[in-house]
């Protein structure tokens, strides 16, 4: 494995998208998030089913990265029972992988 991952996530406003993807990349949680959307929605909620657009967000960070970036997500999303998704990335462009890792990894604050 690479010890990277790919993150979903799905809002139900392009703003709300962007603003988590901006916020994760500006925390060094993900190297990347793309916004993508709208998106249709089917799924079961409070015993219905239910049609929605939404905002996908995709994140891509490092195993070490995801409980924070998990939390963060959380803490960001509006949802009660956000969808947060990982996909471990099995194989990709070894100078994309680094570069994950590399954007991922904490800045020390005297280089901020």
Not at 49 to 60: H, Q, S, Y
């Amino acid at each position: 494995m690479t010890g990277c991952c790919q993150v979903t996530t799905a809002v139900a406003e392009e703003a709300a998208a962007a603003e988590i993807a901006d916020r994760i990349v500006a925390e060094r949680l993900a190297a990347c998030a793309q916004v993508v959307g709208p998106v249709r929605s089917s799924y079961h909620w409070e015993g219905e089913v239910r049609v929605a657009l939404e905002w996908l967000v995709v994140a891509k960070t490092t195993d070490a990265r995801l409980a924070q970036l998990t939390s963060r997500i959380q803490a960001l999303h509006s949802y009660d029972v956000p969808e947060i998704v990982t996909l471990a990335i099995a194989a990709g462009n070894p100078e994309y992988l680094r570069w994950i890792r590399d954007e991922t990894t904490p800045m020390p604050p005297e280089t901020r």
